[in-house]
C-alpha cells in the first residue's frame, strides 16, 4: 500500500473526528446564477464560523443535476435541499442540523448512502 501524502492541516483540525454531518453545496454556475451561488456559500460558511458546529462543509463544483439550485446535500441523512438561499441554509441549520428535523417543504430527494445504518430524514440526533 502507498504512504498517503502528507497533508498541511491534520484531520483534527478540520473537525473530522467530531463531525455528525458533511454539508456539500453546489454553488453553480449551471444549476443557478454564480453570485447566488455565492451568497449562499457565504452564509454558510459564516454561519459555520460564528456559531460552530459539528459538521464539515464542503464546495462542490457540481452535484449534476445542474437545475433547480444552489443544491445542498447533508449526510448522514442523504438528504438534497434545491433552491437553498442563505435564508433558507440558516433555516435547514437551525431544524434539520441542530433540531435533527429536516425542512420538508425544500426537500428535492432523500438517499442515504447507507440506510441501515443512517438515522434517516426524521432523526434527531
Ligand atoms: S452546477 Fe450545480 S448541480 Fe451542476
Known sequence: MNA???SP?????????AARHHLFL???????????GRKT???LKASLQER???ALRTKAACLR????GPWLVVYPE?????????????RIRREHIEGGVPV????GAVHPLNPATSPGPDCAD
Open 4 to 6: 498517503v501524502p502528507k
Open 9 to 17: 492541516k491534520s484531520f483534527d483540525e478540520i473537525g473530522l473526528p
Open 26 to 36: 453546489c454553488a453553480g454556475p449551471n444549476c443557478c446564477a454564480e453570485a447566488q
Open 41 to 43: 456559500w457565504e452564509r
Open 52 to 54: 460552530p458546529l459539528p
Open 65 to 68: 443535476i445542474c437545475a433547480g
Open 78 to 90: 442523504g438528504i438534497w435541499y434545491g433552491q437553498v438561499t442563505p435564508e433558507r441554509f440558516e
Open 104 to 107: 420538508a417543504e425544500w426537500i
